[in-house]
T-cell receptor
Framework: GENVEQHPSTLSVQEGDSAVIKCTYS??????FPWYKQELGKRPQLIID?????GEKKDQRIAVTLNKTAKHFSLHITETQPEDSAVYFC????????????FGKGTHLIIQP | GAVVSQHPSWVICKSGTSVKIECRSL??????MFWYRQFPKQSLMLMAT?????????EQGVEKDKFLINHASLTLSTLTVTSAHPEDSSFYIC???????????FGPGTRLTVT
Protein backbone atom coordinates (compact mmCIF):
# COMPACT_ATOMS: atom_id res chain seq x y z
CA GLY A 1 0.00 0.00 0.00
CA GLU A 2 0.84 3.66 -0.04
CA ASN A 3 3.44 5.08 2.37
CA VAL A 4 3.72 8.81 2.95
CA GLU A 5 6.71 10.36 4.69
CA GLN A 6 6.52 13.93 6.01
CA HIS A 7 9.23 16.30 7.23
CA PRO A 8 9.91 18.07 9.46
CA SER A 9 7.90 16.89 12.45
CA THR A 10 8.18 20.33 14.05
CA LEU A 11 8.81 23.65 12.34
CA SER A 12 9.21 26.96 14.11
CA VAL A 13 9.35 30.16 12.07
CA GLN A 14 9.18 33.84 12.79
CA GLU A 15 5.93 35.59 11.99
CA GLY A 16 6.09 36.93 8.47
CA ASP A 17 8.61 34.35 7.29
CA SER A 18 7.84 31.43 4.98
CA ALA A 19 7.31 27.81 6.00
CA VAL A 20 7.89 24.75 3.83
CA ILE A 21 6.75 21.22 4.63
CA LYS A 22 7.79 18.31 2.45
CA CYS A 23 6.28 14.91 1.76
CA THR A 24 7.21 11.88 -0.29
CA TYR A 25 4.98 9.04 -1.37
CA SER A 26 5.67 5.52 -2.54
CA UNK A 27 2.79 4.50 -4.81
CA UNK A 28 3.23 5.81 -8.34
CA UNK A 29 -0.50 5.23 -8.89
CA UNK A 30 -1.37 7.98 -6.39
CA UNK A 31 -2.72 10.99 -8.16
CA UNK A 32 -4.38 13.15 -5.52
CA PHE A 33 -2.40 15.02 -2.86
CA PRO A 34 -4.28 17.12 -0.31
CA TRP A 35 -2.94 19.08 2.63
CA TYR A 36 -4.85 19.41 5.88
CA LYS A 37 -4.61 21.74 8.83
CA GLN A 38 -5.70 20.32 12.15
CA GLU A 39 -6.20 22.25 15.35
CA LEU A 40 -6.25 20.48 18.68
CA GLY A 41 -9.33 18.31 19.11
CA LYS A 42 -10.77 19.27 15.73
CA ARG A 43 -11.24 17.50 12.44
CA PRO A 44 -8.67 17.97 9.66
CA GLN A 45 -9.49 20.88 7.38
CA LEU A 46 -8.54 20.76 3.73
CA ILE A 47 -6.44 23.81 2.90
CA ILE A 48 -5.20 22.99 -0.57
CA ASP A 49 -4.87 20.01 -2.86
CA UNK A 50 -3.18 19.10 -6.11
CA UNK A 51 -3.75 16.43 -8.70
CA UNK A 52 -1.08 14.66 -10.65
CA UNK A 53 -1.74 16.48 -13.90
CA UNK A 54 -0.63 19.76 -12.31
CA GLY A 55 2.82 20.76 -11.06
CA GLU A 56 1.88 23.70 -8.89
CA LYS A 57 -1.17 25.29 -7.35
CA LYS A 58 -1.51 28.49 -5.37
CA ASP A 59 -4.21 29.96 -3.18
CA GLN A 60 -3.28 33.32 -1.68
CA ARG A 61 -0.48 32.64 0.85
CA ILE A 62 -0.54 28.88 0.36
CA ALA A 63 1.01 26.94 -2.50
CA VAL A 64 1.66 23.30 -3.23
CA THR A 65 4.19 21.86 -5.66
CA LEU A 66 4.29 18.32 -7.01
CA ASN A 67 7.16 16.43 -8.59
CA LYS A 68 5.72 13.17 -9.91
CA THR A 69 9.04 11.85 -11.11
CA ALA A 70 10.61 12.18 -7.68
CA LYS A 71 7.31 11.36 -5.94
CA HIS A 72 7.39 14.30 -3.63
CA PHE A 73 5.18 17.29 -2.94
CA SER A 74 5.55 20.31 -0.74
CA LEU A 75 3.43 22.88 1.05
CA HIS A 76 4.59 26.49 1.05
CA ILE A 77 3.09 29.10 3.36
CA THR A 78 4.27 32.67 2.87
CA GLU A 79 3.92 35.66 5.20
CA THR A 80 3.09 33.38 8.11
CA GLN A 81 0.69 34.61 10.76
CA PRO A 82 0.03 33.43 14.34
CA GLU A 83 -3.21 31.75 13.23
CA ASP A 84 -1.19 29.50 10.94
CA SER A 85 0.07 27.68 14.04
CA ALA A 86 -1.36 24.14 13.89
CA VAL A 87 -0.50 20.61 12.84
CA TYR A 88 -0.36 20.08 9.09
CA PHE A 89 -0.80 16.73 7.39
CA CYS A 90 -0.07 15.75 3.83
CA UNK A 91 -1.92 12.84 2.29
CA UNK A 92 -2.06 10.82 -0.89
CA UNK A 93 -4.51 8.54 -2.62
CA UNK A 94 -5.30 7.03 -5.96
CA UNK A 95 -8.11 8.53 -7.98
CA UNK A 96 -10.32 5.47 -8.02
CA UNK A 97 -11.87 6.23 -4.67
CA UNK A 98 -11.75 2.70 -3.36
CA UNK A 99 -8.72 3.51 -1.24
CA UNK A 100 -8.80 5.99 1.58
CA UNK A 101 -6.31 8.77 2.08
CA UNK A 102 -2.93 7.79 3.50
CA PHE A 103 -1.58 10.48 5.79
CA GLY A 104 1.90 11.63 6.64
CA LYS A 105 2.86 11.82 10.31
CA GLY A 106 2.20 15.53 10.54
CA THR A 107 4.17 18.73 11.08
CA HIS A 108 3.61 20.92 14.10
CA LEU A 109 4.03 24.45 12.76
CA ILE A 110 4.80 27.08 15.36
CA ILE A 111 4.70 30.75 14.40
CA GLN A 112 6.85 32.83 16.73
CA PRO A 113 5.55 36.38 17.23
CA GLY B 1 -17.96 21.87 2.02
CA ALA B 2 -20.12 18.89 2.81
CA VAL B 3 -21.79 18.50 6.18
CA VAL B 4 -20.77 15.44 8.17
CA SER B 5 -21.94 14.86 11.71
CA GLN B 6 -20.61 12.47 14.29
CA HIS B 7 -22.15 11.48 17.60
CA PRO B 8 -21.19 11.55 20.36
CA SER B 9 -18.44 14.15 20.23
CA TRP B 10 -16.90 12.65 23.33
CA VAL B 11 -17.59 9.65 25.53
CA ILE B 12 -16.11 8.16 28.66
CA CYS B 13 -16.77 4.50 29.31
CA LYS B 14 -15.59 1.80 31.65
CA SER B 15 -13.26 -0.95 30.57
CA GLY B 16 -15.16 -3.92 29.17
CA THR B 17 -18.17 -1.97 27.92
CA SER B 18 -19.09 -1.20 24.31
CA VAL B 19 -19.46 2.16 22.66
CA LYS B 20 -21.25 3.02 19.43
CA ILE B 21 -20.23 5.99 17.32
CA GLU B 22 -22.55 7.29 14.63
CA CYS B 23 -21.52 9.14 11.50
CA ARG B 24 -23.95 10.85 9.17
CA SER B 25 -23.37 12.50 5.83
CA LEU B 26 -26.09 15.12 5.74
CA UNK B 27 -26.00 16.42 2.19
CA UNK B 28 -24.75 13.58 0.04
CA UNK B 29 -25.06 9.82 -0.17
CA UNK B 30 -21.84 8.20 0.90
CA UNK B 31 -21.30 4.94 -0.91
CA UNK B 32 -17.96 4.55 0.85
CA MET B 33 -17.11 5.34 4.45
CA PHE B 34 -13.62 5.39 5.88
CA TRP B 35 -12.97 5.19 9.62
CA TYR B 36 -9.78 6.63 11.05
CA ARG B 37 -8.23 6.56 14.49
CA GLN B 38 -5.88 9.21 15.80
CA PHE B 39 -3.86 8.77 18.98
CA PRO B 40 -2.54 11.89 20.76
CA LYS B 41 0.14 13.69 18.79
CA GLN B 42 -0.03 11.13 16.01
CA SER B 43 -1.42 10.99 12.52
CA LEU B 44 -4.74 9.66 11.27
CA MET B 45 -4.55 5.93 10.70
CA LEU B 46 -7.09 4.21 8.48
CA MET B 47 -8.90 1.49 10.39
CA ALA B 48 -11.41 0.21 7.87
CA THR B 49 -13.30 0.92 4.68
CA UNK B 50 -16.95 0.11 4.26
CA UNK B 51 -19.20 0.21 1.25
CA UNK B 52 -22.93 0.53 1.72
CA UNK B 53 -24.56 -2.84 2.01
CA UNK B 54 -21.40 -4.90 2.20
CA UNK B 55 -18.90 -5.97 4.83
CA UNK B 56 -16.13 -3.63 5.85
CA UNK B 57 -12.52 -4.18 4.87
CA UNK B 58 -10.14 -3.80 7.79
CA GLU B 59 -6.56 -2.62 7.71
CA GLN B 60 -3.83 -4.88 8.96
CA GLY B 61 -3.71 -4.97 12.73
CA VAL B 62 -7.30 -3.81 13.24
CA GLU B 63 -9.51 -6.48 14.81
CA LYS B 64 -12.76 -6.79 12.90
CA ASP B 65 -14.52 -8.47 15.83
CA LYS B 66 -13.57 -5.64 18.13
CA PHE B 67 -14.40 -2.72 15.85
CA LEU B 68 -17.78 -3.46 14.34
CA ILE B 69 -18.73 -1.32 11.38
CA ASN B 70 -22.22 -1.07 9.99
CA HIS B 71 -22.96 0.88 6.83
CA ALA B 72 -26.58 0.01 6.34
CA SER B 73 -27.58 3.20 4.57
CA LEU B 74 -25.98 5.78 2.31
CA THR B 75 -26.17 8.45 4.99
CA LEU B 76 -25.36 6.54 8.17
CA SER B 77 -22.43 4.45 9.29
CA THR B 78 -21.66 3.25 12.80
CA LEU B 79 -18.51 2.08 14.52
CA THR B 80 -18.94 0.02 17.67
CA VAL B 81 -15.94 -0.48 19.91
CA THR B 82 -16.67 -3.71 21.76
CA SER B 83 -15.17 -4.65 25.10
CA ALA B 84 -13.27 -1.40 25.21
CA HIS B 85 -9.93 -1.18 26.97
CA PRO B 86 -7.85 1.85 27.97
CA GLU B 87 -5.61 1.36 24.94
CA ASP B 88 -8.66 1.98 22.73
CA SER B 89 -8.82 5.53 24.04
CA SER B 90 -8.38 7.66 20.95
CA PHE B 91 -9.95 10.18 18.60
CA TYR B 92 -12.14 8.38 16.06
CA ILE B 93 -12.98 10.19 12.84
CA CYS B 94 -15.31 9.06 10.09
CA UNK B 95 -14.73 10.08 6.52
CA UNK B 96 -17.47 9.60 3.95
CA UNK B 97 -16.68 9.78 0.27
CA UNK B 98 -18.98 11.66 -2.07
CA UNK B 99 -19.21 9.46 -5.19
CA UNK B 100 -20.22 12.43 -7.33
CA UNK B 101 -17.07 14.42 -6.68
CA UNK B 102 -14.88 11.62 -5.29
CA UNK B 103 -14.06 14.00 -2.45
CA UNK B 104 -13.41 12.59 1.00
CA UNK B 105 -14.86 14.62 3.89
CA PHE B 106 -14.31 14.32 7.63
CA GLY B 107 -16.61 14.15 10.59
CA PRO B 108 -15.84 16.27 13.66
CA GLY B 109 -14.49 13.24 15.50
CA THR B 110 -15.34 11.37 18.69
CA ARG B 111 -13.00 11.46 21.66
CA LEU B 112 -13.21 8.09 23.40
CA THR B 113 -11.76 7.68 26.87
CA VAL B 114 -11.83 4.24 28.45
CA THR B 115 -11.25 4.15 32.19
Amino acid sequence: GENVEQHPSTLSVQEGDSAVIKCTYSDSASNYFPWYKQELGKRPQLIIDIRSNVGEKKDQRIAVTLNKTAKHFSLHITETQPEDSAVYFCAAKTGGGADGLTFGKGTHLIIQP
Amino acid sequence: GAVVSQHPSWVICKSGTSVKIECRSLDFQATTMFWYRQFPKQSLMLMATSNEGSKATYEQGVEKDKFLINHASLTLSTLTVTSAHPEDSSFYICSPRDPTSNEQYFGPGTRLTVT
